[in-house]
């Protein structure tokens, strides 16, 4: 079915306790690097060349998150949870990450994204599954659940990541987010520069 129509079904299941953070008109609801991001056509955009991180005004912890995002060619931007105001989500939070795998693989040849850089995964930590994201340009569907330190992520109807932060061996990583250790923070966008598009952004 077209993607329009999927995103609808998949929004309306289960859908009562929802509050909406992006109002579709400006970013009053946010703070952080409000100045490198925008409002248009009902959506928040993270302006080309700029970036920073986006966050809420209310900390959460155990939640459920769904969102809409559409990427440009090889774009790169990143869902922020547990992350501290001033903070790095991929440092002193925790970022799961939104990419088009197969744009960027194609701009930096020499450089392709490594397991724990594909989208939807836990960035440092764990891979997510590929091949489950939609055309660039096409709106995908998003659903994060945190539950203690149980970590899911859900893409266009499809799990791609089912994580137990306690059972990282931490000991393998080589960069250790201090988020893994938070139960609770802002949420938001970890801009990197390009056009990423989100909408209907709903904990």
């Not at 774009?75 to 925790?94: E, F, H, K, V, Y």
């Not at 609770?184 to 904990?203: K, M």
Request: glycine residues 12%; contains cysteine; hydrophobic residues 35%.
């Amino acid at each position: 079915i077209p993607a329009e129509e999927s995103n609808r079904i998949l929004s309306e299941r289960d859908a009562d306790g929802f509050t909406r953070l992006d109002n579709g008109i400006d970013l009053n609801n946010w703070q952080g690097a409000v100045e490198h991001y925008e409002e248009v056509d009902g959506a928040i955009i993270c302006k080309q060349g700029k970036g920073g991180t986006l966050l809420s005004r209310e900390e959460y912890g155990d939640m459920l998150l769904r969102f809409e995002f559409k990427l440009p060619p090889a774009g790169n931007n990143g869902i922020a949870i547990r992350t501290p105001l001033g903070g790095s989500p991929s440092s002193d939070g925790i970022e799961l990450q939104v990419i088009d795998n197969e744009g960027y693989n194609a701009a930096h040849p020499k450089a392709p994204l490594l397991p724990y850089q594909v989208h939807g995964s836990l960035y440092h930590c764990v891979g997510a599954k590929v091949g489950y994201l939609r055309p660039v340009g096409e709106w995908n569907f998003e659903e994060i659940e945190v539950r203690g330190q149980t970590i899911k992520v859900t893409l266009n109807g499809t799990k791609i990541l089912d994580v137990d932060i306690d059972k990282i061996d931490r000991s393998k990583l080589s960069k250790v987010p201090k988020g893994l250790d938070a139960r609770r923070g802002f949420i938001g966008f970890a801009g990197h520069s390009d056009p990423v598009a989100f909408r209907n952004f709903r904990v």
